[in-house]
């Protein structure tokens, strides 16, 4: 769904298009903004959705990074504002696709279905940021995050027990930009809810140096998924898929 443009987005726009142009990287596409290790601003044109990706197996060159820490500072200052749709992925800002019916219901039947998986053993957040490391801040679809509610008043969780993204589109992403943030920050489960292939890829025991998952299975209907970080609970693959196109 396409928003009209509010005139504090406008102003954003306009301090975006007259700031300094960063220098020219292997990053590009997507990107809204990116700040310089000595924190001055810089603006980056928007793009085709895929040059993201392909920017994510070439990352940008360190200097030219974004840390988590800068990335929070652009909300603060109004850059961007808290209701935008980007996550910091390996230092780069990336705009998120609009979501259609069909992913936006496997995310409340992934969120449903988990929330009565998990209880109140621990928290299950629905698209909201997660600290993945010095220079990533993804917004997963789902993640189960130790604590209650009241532990992140203040801030952001720093680690999860399980990250479940919904893709339709974005399965490029997911599978490879995605899988390596998550493992490197020690996740040690994450699923993606493939709405394509109508399965679920499972990633398990992570090896954070090595920014890979040791153990990869594919869950179908009829199945079921066990959370490893939460023995005793389990989610039925069929509540997390929705139903086939017609």
Same mark, same amino acid.
């Given at each position: 769904?396409?928003?009209?443009?509010?005139? #504090? =987005?406008?102003?954003?726009? #306009?301090?975006? +298009?007259? =700031?300094?142009?960063?220098?020219?990287?292997?990053?590009?596409?997507?990107?809204?903004?990116?700040?310089?290790?000595?924190?001055?601003?810089?603006? $980056?044109?928007?793009?085709?959705?895929?040059?993201? *990706?392909?920017? /994510?197996?070439?990352?940008? @060159?360190?200097?030219?990074?974004?840390?988590? !820490? !800068?990335?929070?500072?652009?909300?603060?200052?109004?850059?961007?504002?808290?209701?935008?749709?980007?996550?910091?992925?390996? %230092?780069?800002?990336?705009?998120?696709?609009?979501?259609?019916?069909?992913?936006?219901?496997?995310?409340? /039947?992934?969120?449903?279905?988990?929330?009565?998986?998990?209880?109140?053993?621990?928290?299950?957040?629905?698209?909201?940021? *997660? #600290?993945?490391?010095?220079?990533?801040?993804? !917004?997963?679809?789902?993640?189960?995050? @130790?604590?209650?509610?009241?532990?992140? &008043?203040?801030?952001?969780?720093?680690?999860?027990? $399980?990250?479940? +993204?919904?893709?339709?589109?974005?399965?490029?992403?997911?599978? &490879?930009?995605?899988?390596?943030?998550?493992?490197?920050?020690?996740?040690?489960?994450?699923?993606?809810?493939?709405?394509?292939?109508?399965?679920?890829?499972?990633?398990?025991?992570?090896?954070?140096? +090595?920014?890979?998952? =040791? !153990?990869?299975?594919? =869950? *179908?209907?009829?199945?079921?998924?066990?959370?490893?970080? &939460?023995? %005793?609970?389990?989610?039925?693959?069929?509540?997390?898929?929705?139903?086939?196109?017609?």
């Amino acid at each position: 769904m396409r928003r009209s443009i509010t005139p #504090i =987005a406008r102003r954003r726009r #306009i301090e975006a +298009e007259t =700031a300094p142009p960063l220098p020219r990287t292997a990053v590009s596409g997507t990107l809204l903004a990116a700040v310089a290790p000595d924190s001055r601003k810089y603006a $980056l044109p928007s793009g085709s959705r895929g040059a993201s *990706l392909t920017a /994510m197996a070439h990352p940008a @060159p360190a200097a030219s990074r974004c840390t988590s !820490e !800068e990335f929070f500072e652009l909300v603060a200052r109004g850059v961007l504002a808290p209701d935008d749709r980007v996550e910091l992925l390996e %230092g780069v800002i990336v705009a998120m696709a609009p979501q259609n019916p069909r992913h936006a219901t496997g995310v409340h /039947m992934v969120h449903d279905a988990v929330s009565r998986a998990v209880g109140t053993r621990a928290l299950v957040r629905q698209q909201f940021p *997660l #600290i993945a490391g010095l220079l990533s801040v993804p !917004e997963p679809d789902v993640a189960v995050v @130790p604590g209650s509610v009241s532990d992140y &008043l203040d801030r952001h969780p720093t680690t999860a027990l $399980l990250v479940v +993204e919904v893709a339709d589109s974005s399965i490029v992403q997911d599978r &490879l930009t995605k899988t390596a943030i998550y493992a490197a920050a020690g996740v040690p489960e994450y699923w993606v809810v493939d709405l394509v292939g109508d399965r679920v890829e499972v990633h398990r025991s992570p090896i954070p140096a +090595e920014r890979r998952y =040791a !153990e990869t299975s594919v =869950a *179908l209907r009829g199945g079921r998924l066990d959370l490893v970080a &939460l023995p %005793g609970a389990s989610v039925a693959v069929d509540d997390l898929l929705p139903s086939r196109e017609r």
